[in-house]
């Protein structure tokens, strides 16, 4: 058993309250103590501590795409052919070393967890790798080699549209058929026991219908996500082809439960809301890749009254910084509604914090607790963000930035944010310079 360290943080919050002087003992990458009595030989900490933060929706890959899709108009479609463009170009030494270098840049930002929407699987002609999930090895060994927990969320993705034969680099992405795919996800190796391999239909376009029970049985009892309703165009062909919206599709399926993520959910309807809340599916909400995209504002408090949880992502990591993608959930609430206070700070720190982590199935992390993983995120409460703004929940949620975070404790191991961040720079500089050639 290794020794503990211990720890008097001058704030933390916990269980929905920020506390002062807070002594927490780490043994075996846990919270072995937790107390409000000053501890005289503990380490102080100054600062904000709040739980690590859960990226729930990460494709890593889009992080070459950052400051360089922002030059004239479009809209998503428009888009997407710039990102097949990055996607064409990658092997698995180049997505290990972006996976890697995104990672650390999210490591630094407080995501002590990620969620790795992964469907770029094959060569790009299509043809399988000798290893046939070497591609997927490479961002798991990335995480490892980084120090942030990875959920890998493996793909079907099969179709260019619904009816529709995958096209140019979308081959790269299909295994055929979702048993093959299914197949081929059971020779995953997690590599280590921080590690989950999780699973992802696409969208309704991608997988057709027939073939999302695959998918479903194949991924019981791991997390299951799925893009949902981010288009209007998605619903307009679910509806012409089906008869029924993507969150109806899904539902007749069997792919909406407790362990499954409804990504985006941005453009529903009543019954699709309540579908979604009465499974207990999550609502995975990217804010800031919604609105680069110009996707429109989704129905978050409502998913969230009838019964759908609130999870966050940083999805094509037009920013990575999870205080940013807090507050937007409000904020966008405020634009739509034109009132205020929807959201309160504690509920965005618990979605960004503990629903994530568990949504991801790390169950065992979100909270200052004990028994809980020592995931712990200090904010510098005398930068000119946060200075004066009273240093409570909502510092972290409405002032904070990524900026802002000294240091990030992931599974009892502590990094300084400041290092990580100088080589996260140094590292995407070099690997995204490469890939544009």
């Known amino acids: 058993m290794s020794r503990a360290t211990r720890l008097r ?12 002087d807070v002594t927490v003992e780490i043994a075996d990458g846990r919270f072995s103590a937790v107390g409000v009595d000053p501890a005289a030989d503990a380490e102080r900490v100054e600062g904000l501590a709040v739980p690590g933060f859960a990226n729930c929706h990460s494709h ?9 899709t922002q030059t004239g108009g479009g809209t998503f479609w428009t888009w997407r052919e710039q990102m097949y463009a990055v996607a064409q170009r990658l092997d698995p030494d180049t997505l290990h070393a972006l996976a890697t270098a995104t990672f650390r840049e999210m490591l630094a930002a407080g995501y002590t967890s990620v969620g790795e929407f992964h469907y770029l699987h094959h060569a790009p002609s299509g043809a399988r790798y000798t290893e046939a999930n070497v591609m997927g090895t490479a961002l798991l060994t990335a995480a490892a080699e980084v120090g942030i927990r990875i959920t890998l969320l493996d793909t079907c ?21 979702a048993q093959t795919w299914a197949e081929r996800v059971a020779e995953l190796d997690a590599l280590d026991g921080r590690a989950r391999i999780g699973a992802a239909i696409h969208s309704v376009r991608a997988v057709p219908r027939e073939q999302l029970s695959i998918v479903v049985a194949a991924a019981r009892n791991r997390p299951l996500h799925v893009h949902l309703s981010e288009q209007v165009a998605e619903n307009e062909q679910c509806l012409a082809a089906h008869g029924m919206t993507p969150t109806a599709l899904l539902h007749d399926a069997g792919a909406l439960t407790p362990l499954t993520s409804a990504v985006h959910a941005t453009h529903l309807t009543e019954t699709d809301i309540a579908l979604l809340g009465s499974s207990g599916t999550h609502a995975c909400f990217c804010p800031t890749t919604e609105r680069d995209l110009g996707d429109g504002v989704g129905p978050s408090r409502a998913l969230h009254a009838a019964g759908s949880s609130l999870t966050l992502g940083s999805d094509s990591h037009a920013v990575i910084d999870p205080f940013e993608e807090m507050r937007a959930v409000e904020l966008d609430e405020r634009l739509v509604s034109m009132t205020r206070g929807h959201w309160s700070a504690t509920e965005l720190l618990d979605a960004g914090g503990r629903i994530g982590q568990a949504s991801l199935g790390y169950a065992d992390a979100g909270r200052i607790a004990v028994g809980q993983r020592a995931d712990l995120v200090v904010l510098d409460l005398g930068s000119p963000r946060t200075a004066g703004t009273g240093a409570g929940a909502e510092t972290a949620v409405f002032a904070a930035s990524a900026a802002d975070v000294r240091e990030v404790w992931a599974d009892g191991v502590r990094h300084d944010a400041g290092v990580l961040r100088e080589q996260a720079g140094l590292e995407l500089a070099r690997v995204i310079g490469g890939l544009w050639g």
Request: hydrophobic fraction near 40%; avoid cysteine.
């Open 60 to 68: 890593v890959f889009h992080r070459a795409l950052r400051g360089r």
């Open 9 to 20: 943080l001058e704030r933390a919050f916990i269980d929905g309250v920020v506390r002062d």
């Open 157 to 177: 993705y099969l179709a260019a549209g619904i009816g529709r034969d995958p096209e140019g680099v979308q081959r790269r992405f299909s295994d055929g058929d």
